[in-house]
């Protein structure tokens, strides 16, 4: 069955881009098309808040997108448990045309694989007779593979001796016969009683000889096995080789696969060792095989991309995956596709106002569940309206969702809903400075800039040093040339920027000059996207 396309947000995710995928893949959903709502990071205490309150799971989590086995079909080879005789296994090779097959215990745990290529070589080996006591063998394996008819003995006894081939005189094999071997023999009665009286294990007699009286009788009061083939001595030496349990011939040294292995190790394993086939497990059990023409086409997920366009703020593997839609508001960020695609981008203050309005406009119901995440996305994301990049479409849209949730009071809801994206006294400052970043390029500067919102900015400033320090660590473990940290006061619209890099001075031009504390204060800032983008984008051309 062919994987769904997957809705998918930025990395470290915010609500609108969590909102956003859950509400378009709800839609894409309803207009027939598989598709499943997915995030590139943990959930936010806030967006948490908006999924508890309207009752919505949290989209799955994707670490990554490149191709997998798992994305392909495996071939559905049948296994053999290690007991199946090369007789049994032969028959298979031949019925289903394989060349190889998985050996597997009753568990369903791998143990090895044997290929026809090792029945050849057992068959070719003229001395492979000799080792049959080493192999574990029944006696009723040996009834079966030689087409055999039982005249007496017990078939569920294992063989620990060696075949013999009764051609020589009697004195001759009465010498040479151990008392657990097998005697393969025709109709020289003579030869037959003696093998028994010197404490054979058992006679095979060859072209359906008659056993005589006197023979099945010494062979009962001795416990010894007769059994009697239609094949001639040659065909019957041969063919007692197929008696043989796979177990003993199987290569167990296996190179096996599992369907969250990676498509281009797959293909580097392959191409390294050019086994037949490979088995894949699944939670140490074998489900199926692939072999090099199950992989000739790389499959690639296809995906949507909502709430960003750029390949940095992309989960991993991005460049690996189709890519069919873009749903955003954001700047265009040089992602490059295969082929053309459905991109909608408004300059509006959230996805989720352009995703609600696709809603409406496609004429699809909008779920009550659906309409509160879309507005909580869009309350979040224009701060309550405040945001410079609000607009009157985004309040207008929001008010439409909040009267279809049953949210009467917007503002009230609002506040609670920003409160719990006041995370600084509850989250580490390491965790506070990776919690929303992005990361941009500008010309040859890496920059990641995050943003965390508050309430209280009094007491945000006591966590500055601390902030300010994981920045550093920050710029330092993801290789930026400058870390820049946002800090968002809602009530009282302004932001102070903390920046980690040298020289610090560059950014003079777009902020203006540090307080004496040690940040950038910039009133009526709220807006990463509207108001810090831009003039670092200055800057830096």
């Known amino acids: 069955m062919k994987k769904p396309v997957l809705v998918i947000g930025h990395l470290n995710p915010d609500t609108d881009s969590i909102c956003s995928a859950i509400a378009y893949a709800y839609l894409k959903e309803k207009l027939g098309v598989n598709a499943i709502a997915a995030r590139a990071g943990k959930i936010n205490p806030e967006t948490q808040f908006v999924l508890d309150y309207f009752k919505v799971p949290a989209p799955i989590l994707i670490n990554d997108l490149y191709p997998r086995l798992g994305d392909i079909k495996l071939k559905s080879i049948p296994s053999v448990l290690p007991e199946t005789t090369l007789h049994e296994v032969g028959k298979i090779f031949a019925e289903q045309n394989l060349r190889a097959l998985p050996v597997v215990e009753e568990t369903g745990k791998l143990v090895g694989m044997i290929a026809l290529k090792d029945l050849a070589m057992r068959y070719y080996n003229e001395m492979s007779i000799h080792d049959l006591h080493e192999a574990e063998v029944y006696y009723k394996s040996i009834l079966t593979a030689l087409d055999g008819k039982l005249f007496c003995g017990d078939l569920e006894k294992k063989f620990f001796g060696r075949i013999k081939i009764g051609a020589s005189a009697v004195d001759t094999i009465n010498a040479s016969i151990g008392k657990q ?21 058992g006679l095979i007699l060859t072209r359906d000889t008659k056993v005589e009286n006197e023979v099945l009788e010494l062979a009962q009061k001795l416990g010894a096995l007769i059994i009697s083939t239609p094949h001639d001595t040659y065909k019957t030496a041969r063919l007692i080789n197929q008696s043989v349990p796979v177990k003993f011939l199987m290569t167990r040294e296996v190179v096996s696969f599992t369907n969250a292995d990676l498509f281009g190790e797959v293909q580097a394993k392959m191409a390294a060792t050019d086994f037949i086939c490979y088995p894949v497990i699944e939670k140490g059990k074998y489900i199926g095989a692939v072999d090099q023409q199950s992989i000739m086409e790389h499959p690639h997920r296809e995906v949507i991309l909502v709430d960003h366009n750029e390949r940095s703020q992309a989960v991993e593997g991005v460049e690996e995956a189709r890519i069919l839609e873009i749903i955003d508001h954001h700047r265009l960020g040089g992602l490059t596709t295969s082929a053309p695609i459905y991109i909608r981008q408004e300059p509006v203050g959230s996805t989720a106002t352009i995703v609600a309005n696709l809603i409406f406009h496609r004429g699809v119901e909008m779920e009550p569940k659906i309409a509160g995440v879309l507005m909580s996305a869009i309350l979040s994301d224009t ?3 405040r945001s410079p990049t609000a607009t009157s479409i985004d309040k207008e849209i929001a008010l439409k969702l909040a009267a279809i949730a049953g949210i009467e009071d917007v503002e009230e809801y609002a506040m609670k809903l920003l409160r719990h994206g006041d995370v600084i006294s509850t989250m580490s400052p390491a965790d506070l400075v990776r919690n929303d970043i992005k990361e941009f390029d500008f010309g040859e500067q890496k920059v990641g800039v995050a943003q965390v919102n508050i309430m209280d900015r009094e007491y945000a400033k006591t966590k500055y040093p601390e902030l300010q320090a994981a920045l550093q660590t920050l710029k330092k473990e993801d290789g930026y040339d400058f870390a820049l940290l946002l800090v968002t006061d809602i009530l009282g619209q302004a932001s102070d920027l903390l920046v980690a890099g040298e020289p610090q001075s560059i950014l003079i031009p777009a902020f203006g000059e540090k ?24 800057v830096f051309r």
């Open 383 to 385: 701060l309550l309206f």
């Open 181 to 201: 071997d097998i005697l393969i023999i025709g109709d020289r009665i003579d030869a037959q009683l003696a093998a028994l009286n010197a404490g054979v294990a």
């Open 515 to 538: 307080t004496e504390e040690g940040f950038y204060y910039l009133p009526g800032c709220l807006s990463r996207k509207k108001q810090v983008i831009p003039p670092l984008t200055e």
